[in-house]
């Protein structure tokens, strides 16, 4: 299993523009995140899913949206890039079972300018 | 929201030496999880914890999660080099919540060889 993995690694904005992020999960999780993670912060949560179809919001869902129209893809859109938006995202999935644990990707290094 | 106290916030300590850190919470929470994040990648699970008391070894690391469901502590012992990072605690409520994490701020460990 490849697990979570993340396009691009790295991305440069400018102000207004817009882009997708990519995460795939090769491993049938149900439960899907998104994270943002600024320096000397831990993660906060954008959005989520419990399955393909369904998707809530986090903490800070603002600026953002998602789609799950299957179990393994679960993009993040940026609509209008601002300069708060310049951060790292990360993706993780879970399989709801024993072990209620969420496994991350390697993370998506935002600057918008 | 929930909110997760992280202490200590960095630590800078000679190779070979104990490192102690924990996590204390405003509420409570049905599991307990620590991760490590290296630099440019995304969080590991390192260890989790499922019941109020339990204690929880991973090879030099041992976790537990505190008999009012309210904090953890982690403890690595004999460090080196390679356990410079940062760690995270995060706290889990299953079920209702759908397995949202609640993270720490993170402990910023730096191990002198």
């Known amino acids: 299993n490849a697990g979570v993995t993340q396009t691009p690694k790295f991305r440069i904005l400018k102000i207004g523009q817009s882009m997708t992020l990519q995460c795939t999960q090769d491993m049938n999780h149900n439960y899907m995140y998104w994270y943002r993670q600024d320096p000397g912060m831990g993660l906060k949560l954008i959005y989520y899913?419990?399955?393909?179809?369904?998707?809530d919001k986090g903490e800070v869902p603002n600026g953002y949206n998602v789609s799950r129209s299957t179990t393994e893809d679960f993009p993040l859109r940026l609509e209008l890039a601002a300069p708060s938006q310049t951060s790292v995202y990360f993706c993780?999935?879970?399989?709801?079972?024993?072990?209620?644990?969420?496994?991350f990707g390697p993370g998506t290094r935002l600057t918008v300018t | 929201g929930q909110q997760l106290n992280q202490s200590p916030q960095s630590m800078f300590i000679q190779e070979g030496e104990d490192v102690s850190m924990n996590c204390t919470s405003s509420s409570i929470f049905n599991t307990w999880l620590w991760y490590k994040q290296d630099p440019g990648e995304g969080p590991v699970l390192l260890i989790a914890l499922y019941k109020a008391g339990e204690l929880t070894s991973n090879g030099r690391l041992t976790a537990q999660f505190g008999i009012t469901r309210k904090d953890s502590f982690l403890n690595i012992s004999a460090s080196i080099p390679s356990d410079v990072g940062i760690y995270f605690c995060a706290g889990q409520n299953s079920g209702g919540s759908n397995y949202k994490l609640t993270f720490g701020k993170g402990t910023l460990l730096t191990v002198n060889p």
């Open positions: 993780a999935s879970l399989r709801q079972g024993k072990a209620y644990e969420q496994y």
């Open positions: 899913s419990v399955g393909a179809g369904i998707t």
